[in-house]
């Protein structure tokens, strides 16, 4: 299994500021996006994860670097790759491309704390634990932190 997901998104008019460039902080939106399809390429939704076991996975940081602008209609790729974690953090780590080009865009990390619905830090249920284990989140985490360029 790729140690990575990648998700697919469309620049809408919406994102975009007076200069057709997108607001910066629409590439959090799409981490977001990232994350929930990491989930499902791990094995499991993060819906249920939230809902059935009472576990979320609450940013506690988040960083972006901007490299090239995005532009009204642009297509997307968010690669997302899981970067570190332990029993009660999780990091994530993301590259965006413009196709078809594979221009690489920017790049990002979010962490996340793992917390209750009453926002209690918690350890990660056992269950989950297999997802984020090695060699998912160790080869990820010994890399280079970044994913080769283009999409496959």
């Known amino acids: 299994m790729k140690d990575f997901a990648d998700s697919?998104?469309?620049v809408r008019y919406?994102?975009?500021d007076q200069m057709g460039v997108v607001y910066h902080g629409n590439y959090f939106t799409?981490?977001?996006?990232g994350r929930v399809e990491m989930c499902r390429h791990l094995g499991f939704e993060y819906k249920k994860m939230e809902t059935e076991d009472d576990t979320l996975i609450v940013v506690a940081e988040a960083s972006c670097r901007y490299k090239r602008p995005a532009r009204f209609d642009d297509?997307?790729?968010v690669r997302t790759?899981?970067?570190r974690y332990d029993r009660r953090t999780?990091?994530?780590g993301y590259e965006i491309f413009r196709q078809p080009?594979?221009?690489l865009l920017a790049t990002g990390e979010t962490t996340h704390v793992i917390c209750d619905h009453q926002g209690r830090p918690k350890s990660m249920p056992e269950k989950y634990r297999k997802y984020f284990s090695p060699p998912h989140a160790h080869a990820a985490?010994?890399?280079d932190g970044h994913a080769s360029k283009g999409v496959k």
């Open 8 to 10: 697919s998104v469309r």
């Open 14 to 16: 919406a994102e975009t």
């Open 30 to 33: 799409w981490f977001e996006v």
């Open 75 to 77: 297509e997307l790729v």
């Open 81 to 83: 790759r899981v970067t």
């Open 90 to 92: 999780l990091r994530f």
């Open 101 to 103: 080009e594979d221009e």
């Open 141 to 143: 985490a010994h890399g």
